[in-house]
């Protein structure tokens, strides 16, 4: 039996999730149950366009915050914090002190970026 091998992580938001999959079940056409579960789950939670989610990312990636990781960042641009405190929320399962200032960066960079564009409703 073949033992498959990591050659690289990296942490991933649930919007480059969601493409991911909507690739694979484009390209098989049959897919297992957890795929389905998982593209459901996606549907329900995912409240940005993957656009506007990417530009989100790479706008907090820009804001070049000291010990704001890949894991972090994609955290972020799923839970969508909108203030200071949210951001702190966020952050605080994590090993990582951000100063009050980098979080109200963060938040206003979500809200920016939310603000743009209107936020899918659950029923879509």
Do not use: C, W
């Not at 399962?93 to 939310?114: F, H, L, N, Q, R």
């Amino acid at each position: 039996m073949a033992k498959p091998e990591i050659l690289s992580e990296k942490p991933i938001a649930m919007f480059e999730l969601k493409v991911e999959i909507d690739r694979i079940m484009k390209k098989d056409e049959e897919v297992s149950d957890n795929t389905r579960k998982t593209e459901e789950y996606l549907k329900k939670f995912i409240k940005l366009k993957p656009a506007k989610s990417k530009e989100l990312v790479e706008k907090l990636a820009g804001l070049k915050i000291p010990r704001l990781k890949d894991q972090h960042i994609a955290k972020i641009a799923d839970i969508l914090p909108k203030t200071p405190e949210d951001v702190k929320a966020v952050l605080e399962g994590y090993t990582i002190s951000v100063t009050a200032e980098s979080m109200k960066k963060i938040a206003e960079a979500v809200t920016e970026i939310i603000g743009e564009e209107k936020i899918k409703k659950s029923e879509e």
